[in-house]
Every structure is written in structure tokens, then in C-alpha cells.
């Protein structure tokens, strides 16, 4: 086994034991490490693929209660990925995943040191299909559609159960649709293929582990894990933008 590969399985299975808790993440985890073994234009079909075996695998714990809380996400994030695409020559990708990066550095801290979350009750579905469409829009601008609908997810109070059947829901449709994409466009290379059934068992593996560890996690622990992911990706974020911002 060569050291790339060695990074890539090892990456992988932290990445899938992650997703695996927390219902999210996968490429957060393992860009940090496939970055350095990998091209973009095989890490990025990937990561893809590797998230939906964990999503999927996931699906076993689905509360049936978080599919009506998961569709406006979905409806508001199909329109917005477009959008963010068009936005794309307009915006600065790199100045957006700073300021993005920068805003979650802060807030989730803050957030994870509050006696109690704040909770956001007005709005209902209208709201959350606003937060799905601006996470579309951040996934066709950046490649990042996760931050917004589940930081909104906390901001809301659900149960855990409920936060994370609505991030597998959202993401799974997401992932479903961009490899759709790679597929039709040829963009899944075979250098990138050969990868998948290398990664598959070893994600299987994880995403299970991490499922067993989530179990243990009350609401609390949960919102714990799910805050300091989203402040580790506040972090890369702004790690991999200012360093090309400052040139």
C-alpha cells in the first residue's frame, strides 16, 4: 500500500465514522486529509460518492417525523443551487468562504458557551425552505451547502433525532443530484472510479461505528458535536480562502 492510499483509506474512515454520528460532514473530515494525496477532479467525485453510502447506511435511524421538516430545505435548495451558479463569475468564491468561515468561528462558539441555544420558533416552513435555499445557493457558489441549513437546524431546538434525519434528507438529495451530474458529464473519471470500491466497504464499516456512537449522545452532546464541526469548517474555510485572498 502506498502512503497516498494509506491517507486516502485512513481519511475516508475518520470521515465516515463522523458522518456516522453526526449526519453530516464527510467531506468536511476528509478533504483535510484527501487534499494532500488526491486532484480535486478525483476527490470531488469521490467525497460524493463516499456521502451517499453514509447517508444512505444512515438511513436506518431515520425519524419518519423529520421527512415533512426536511422537504422545504429540499424545495427551497433545488432553485438555489442555479442561482449560485449564476452568481458565480459576480462573487468572489474565495472572499464568500471567508466571510462564511469567519461567521461560523464566531457564532458557534458562542454558541456551544450559552447557558441555553437560542431558539428560533416563527417563521415555519417558509423559514426553512429560505435556509435551504440559501444553503443551494452556497452549494452552487462554493461547493458548500451544509453550513446555513444546519446551523438553522439548532437554531430551531429540534431533538436530535429530528436535526439529524433533516441533514441526512437534505444532503442526500444534494449528493444524489451532483452525481447525477458527474455521471451525465462525464465528469467521474477512471481514475476516480476505481477509488469507489476500495472506499465502499471501509465507509460501510465507519458510518455503522459512528451510528453506534451516536446512540450514546443525548440532545445536548449532539448539538455539541454538530456546533464544533460546523466551527472546524468555519476554520478550513477561512485556512483555504485567505491564504489566496492575501496574494
Same mark, same amino acid.
Given at each position: 500500500m502506498t502512503f497516498g492510499l494509506a491517507i486516502v483509506i485512513f481519511g475516508g474512515a475518520l470521515a465516515g465514522f463522523i458522518q456516522g454520528v453526526s449526519g453530516f460532514a464527510f467531506g =468536511?473530515?476528509?478533504?483535510a486529509f484527501w487534499s494532500w494525496a488526491l486532484e480535486p477532479a478525483i476527490a470531488g467525485p469521490l467525497v460524493v460518492f463516499c456521502s451517499l453510502i453514509?447517508?444512505?447506511?444512515?438511513?436506518? +435511524? +431515520?425519524? /419518519?417525523? #423529520?421527512?415533512?421538516?426536511?422537504?422545504p430545505f429540499i424545495l427551497g435548495g433545488i432553485p438555489g443551487v442555479p442561482v449560485g451558479v449564476l452568481l458565480l463569475p459576480m462573487v468572489d468564491p474565495r472572499l464568500f468562504q471567508a466571510g462564511l468561515g469567519? /461567521? =461560523?468561528? /464566531?457564532?458557534?462558539?458562542?454558541?456551544? +458557551?450559552? #447557558?441555553? +441555544?437560542?431558539?428560533?420558533?416563527?417563521g415555519g416552513p417558509v423559514a426553512d425552505g429560505v435556509a435551504g435555499f440559501l444553503g443551494g445557493v452556497m452549494g452552487g457558489l462554493g461547493g458548500l451547502p451544509g453550513p446555513i441549513p444546519t446551523l438553522w437546524c439548532v437554531l430551531r431546538g429540534w431533538d436530535r433525532a429530528t436535526q439529524r434525519g433533516v441533514f441526512q434528507l437534505v444532503f442526500l438529495s444534494m449528493h444524489v443530484m451532483t452525481m447525477a451530474g458527474y455521471l451525465l458529464t462525464g465528469t467521474v473519471s477512471a481514475r476516480a472510479a476505481w477509488l469507489f470500491p476500495v472506499m465502499l466497504p471501509i465507509v460501510i464499516a465507519t458510518a455503522l461505528l459512528g451510528a453506534a456512537a451516536y446512540r450514546r449522545l443525548g440532545d445536548v452532546g449532539f448539538q455539541r458535536v454538530v456546533l464544533a464541526l460546523l466551527a472546524a469548517s468555519g476554520v478550513a474555510l477561512l485556512a483555504g480562502s485567505l491564504p489566496k485572498l492575501l496574494l
Open positions: =468536511l473530515v476528509a478533504m453514509g447517508q444512505a447506511m444512515g438511513m436506518r +435511524l +431515520l425519524k /419518519l417525523s #423529520a421527512v415533512p421538516r426536511a422537504i469567519a /461567521l =461560523l468561528i /464566531l457564532w458557534c462558539p458562542a454558541m456551544l +458557551l450559552a #447557558a441555553r +441555544l437560542p431558539r428560533i420558533t416563527i
